[in-house]
Nanobody
Framework: QVQLVESGGGLVQAGGSLRLSCAAS????????MGWYRQAPGKERELVAA???????NYADSVKGRFTISRDNAKNTGYLQMNSLKPSDTAVYYC?????????????????WGQGTQVTVSS
């Protein structure tokens, strides 16, 4: 079964740091683009950071200079390093990725979401 598994969330004090991981498992060929989203209660889910297959990155204005997205293609894993965390960063963080799978000698691509991991930043 193909899936994205997230880890690394937790409770941290303001100014602290966390590193989230997103590992793709199952019979996949590779990961194309991937990104991290977050959603606070009562708020819209928003894109935090994204990275292309070639390593190009984009960040939400609210996290620029504090968060870093990266990937390890050999491990089929993506990361989100979060530094200088603020209480406003508190949310459930979701990994999203376009996964390529080989089916009958053909490669098809589907979008997947991770289960979400809670990040709570205290004042």
């Amino acid at each position: 079964q193909v899936q994205l598994v997230e880890s690394g969330g937790g409770l941290v004090q303001a100014g602290g740091s966390l590193r989230l991981s997103c590992a793709a498992s199952g019979s996949i060929f590779s990961i194309n683009a991937m990104g991290w989203y977050r959603q606070a209660p009562g708020k819209e889910r928003e894109l935090v950071a994204a990275i292309s297959s070639g390593g190009s990155t984009n960040y939400a204005d609210s996290v620029k200079g504090r968060f870093t997205i990266s990937r390890d293609n050999a491990k089929n894993t993506g990361y989100l390093q979060m530094n200088s965390l603020k209480p406003s960063d508190t949310a459930v963080y979701y990994c999203n990725a376009d996964l390529k799978m080989t089916i009958s000698w053909r490669t098809e691509e589907y979008n997947y979401w991770g289960q979400g991991t809670q990040v709570t930043v205290s004042s």
